[in-house]
């Protein structure tokens, strides 16, 4: 191995690596060729209890300090993330088993640009004044919600461990962080960055271990906002146990987004859109575009050229920066992915390319295209994570929005056509909370990221993560007698 992947200890807490060696051992795996890479403990109780203390102190101070400090360490953390890319790239290859060609543009790179644009917010977050009858007024003082906790997915860890951190740092909360058990490696280096940025100690901190150290962290009184990627099924677990305690969330989760590419479409952009949709970090994304409603007049020339593209995707050496698929991230996850292929074939649906297991070390699994695929079918219907297109086909727009619709789920949508009106009409319909025209699964920390229905709560990046990551207090001040009716 040329990259020592064991962290110096666990958990990451009040400025120092911390360890237990009480808590349960996991392993580990480079999903490439399932070697063991390193090995965590899970936080123990004490190790819960040592992380939020120390975020519950380290919060007033962090608050305390003005926007544009704390907007300057950020943005220093952002500085080194960049500076770093080389190394942090590898990490999340071996945590995660994406490609080289995708960690160094889209996972260290994304989480420095939301620690740049939180940073730079940082010190324009200001309260209102509301001028009243009579001269009194309001004035409304933006405040930091306390300690919030965040809990990631496996697929995008350096990611997800930034998109929280930031909006929450920059508003003057802290924050304990927890990596999903399958890839621990890349979080406890955001925390390292952030406290040699010059976080204070506390301000950031990181635990490790599987859904009951999530639990326990979301039922903490301590505790005032819980911010959750993962699943629909484990999304609702944690909003039922946040709202008992009636705290903040915000739920990133599942998708099972539709794609509609009308017959006037420009075909080789919707093509790559599909592909961007749905084999990008080997199908694990939970904004892509699973569902691909291809109009009659086009698909077979459609499928054709797609499954001829789909024979230009280089699966190899995650390390080696041609490669462009790399495996599944877990073996628990290649299982499912062949589950739902099996699954389409036998409910009917014709496979056009792909299918198999590749036979070697690892947790890998050929890019799958199937077409024929009907609404009612379980690969239309479920999530299935993994790199498995469906293509749909339809005759006209009213009758494919409603199939859009038609779902639980509402994460992303994207068109493709070149009428503009109907573009945004389309759009305008449907039950989605991220939507592309003639592109898709783009995710830039300027614009509002997340889902309705059951996809989820609340938006990520933007402007808008500020309203889920602050409250707003406000303040009546009279200028004038008080009056009372006796
Ligand atoms: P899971 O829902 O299984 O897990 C998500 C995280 O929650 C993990 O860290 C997990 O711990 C933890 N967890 C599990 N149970 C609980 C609980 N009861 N209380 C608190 N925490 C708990 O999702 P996956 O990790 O399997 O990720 C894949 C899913 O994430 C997909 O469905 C995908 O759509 C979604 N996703 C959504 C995104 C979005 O932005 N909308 C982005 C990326 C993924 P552990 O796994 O260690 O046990």
Not at 57 to 68: D, H, I, L, V, Y
Not at 219 to 244: C, F, H, N
Request: proline share 5%; charged share 20%; glycine share 10%.
């Amino acid at each position: 191995m040329p990259y020592d992947t064991q962290p110096v200890a666990s958990h990451f807490i009040d400025g120092e690596y911390v360890e237990d060696t009480a808590g349960e051992i996991s392993e580990v795996i480079y999903p490439a060729t399932g070697e063991v890479i390193a090995k965590v403990h899970a936080a123990t109780p004490a190790i819960v209890d040592k992380a939020l203390a120390a975020a519950e102190r380290a919060q007033k101070e962090w608050a305390a300090m003005s926007g544009t400090e704390r907007g300057r360490v950020l943005r220093r953390a952002a500085d080194i993330m960049r500076e770093r890319n080389h190394d942090l790239s590898v990490l999340e290859t071996y945590d995660t088993g994406k490609p080289m060609s995708e960690t160094t543009i889209a996972d260290a790179t994304s989480g420095a640009d939301a620690l740049e644009y939180f940073g730079g917010l940082a010190a324009s977050l200001t309260g209102e004044h509301i001028p009243l009858a009579g001269g009194d007024f309001v004035y409304t003082r933006r405040q930091a919600l306390g300690v919030c906790v965040g809990i990631g997915a496996w697929n995008y860890p350096t990611q997800i461990a930034c998109w929280k951190g930031a909006p929450a740092l920059a508003c003057g909360n802290t924050m304990v962080f927890k990596p999903s058990e399958v890839t621990p490696l890349c979080a406890l280096k955001v925390a390292e960055i952030l406290i040699e940025a010059g976080a204070p100690n506390g301000v950031y901190n990181v635990v490790q271990g599987m859904g009951a150290v999530g639990a326990s962290l979301v039922t903490d009184p301590r505790v005032t906002k819980v911010s959750l990627t993962g699943s629909v099924p484990t999304g609702k677990k944690v909003y039922a146990a946040a709202a008992a305690e009636m705290k903040h969330v915000t739920m990133e989760l599942g998708g099972k987004s539709p794609m509609i590419v009308f017959d006037d479409a420009d075909i080789e952009s919707a093509i790559s859109g599909a592909i961007n949709g749905n084999f990008y970090s080997t199908g694990q994304v939970c904004s892509n575009g699973t569902r691909v409603f291809v109009q009659k007049g086009i698909k077979e020339k459609f499928l054709a050229r797609l499954a001829e593209r789909m024979g230009d995707a280089v699966i190899g050496d995650p390390m080696e920066m041609e490669t462009t698929i790399g495996p599944m991230s877990s073996e628990r996850q290649l299982n499912i992915v062949e589950g739902y292929i099996a699954k389409g074939k036998e409910e009917g649906a014709r496979l056009v390319k792909g299918g198999n297991r590749i036979e070697k070390d690892g947790y890998w699994i050929e890019p799958t295209l199937f077409a024929d695929v009907t609404d009612d079918m379980t690969i239309a219907r479920e999530e299935i994570f993994g790199p498995v297109l469906a293509v749909l086909d339809f005759d006209t727009e009213e009758e494919v929005m409603e199939r859009a619709n038609a779902t639980e789920f509402g994460l992303a949508a994207g068109v493709f056509t070149q009428d503009l009106t109907r573009a945004h009409r389309v759009v305008a319909g449907f039950e989605a909370g991220t939507c592309y025209i003639n592109t898709y699964n783009l995710a830039p920390v300027e614009a509002p990221f997340g889902g309705v229905k059951a996809s989820g709560v609340g938006r990520e990046n933007s402007k808008e993560a500020i309203n889920h990551y602050s409250e707003v207090k406000t303040v009546y001040v009279s200028m004038n007698p008080c009056e009372a009716p006796f």
